[in-house]
């Protein structure tokens, strides 16, 4: 199974993206999706992660700003993000880790937010 992020790209400061992960196909035992994202020198960070339950969890620097949000049936994850501001670029990885700890990364979109 493979993770594919899309939606990336240039915005200017105050603007929003939506990226999307989409899986290649059913990853058994799946319980956590979510976002990571990493910049030039620094480790990778999480953004923001959703439980099979539905709760979510944010980085204090995107709370209120992000969302993230899962279509069960389509087998996607997205991440809405609005009032982008220029620390947010960086690469995004879409996640996914099972009940027995394998974990799933996706390829990675670059998203630059220009001031």
């Known amino acids: 199974v493979q993770l594919q992020a899309s939606g990336g790209g240039l915005v200017q400061a105050g603007g929003s993206l939506t990226l999307s992960c989409a899986a290649s196909?059913?990853?058994?035992?799946?319980?956590?999706r979510g976002w990571y994202r990493q910049t030039p020198g620094k480790e990778r960070e999480l953004v923001a992660l959703?439980?099979?339950?539905?709760?979510?969890n944010y980085a204090d620097s995107v709370k209120g700003r992000f969302a993230i949000s899962r279509d069960i049936r389509a087998n996607t994850v997205a991440l809405q993000m609005n009032s982008l501001i220029p620390e947010d670029t960086a690469v995004y990885f879409c996640?996914?880790?099972?009940?027995?700890?394998?974990?799933?990364w996706g390829q990675g979109t670059q998203v630059t937010v220009s001031s």
């Open positions: 996640y996914a880790k099972t009940n027995y700890d394998r974990v799933y």
């Open positions: 959703i439980l099979n339950n539905g709760l979510t």
């Open positions: 196909g059913k990853i058994v035992g799946v319980n956590v």
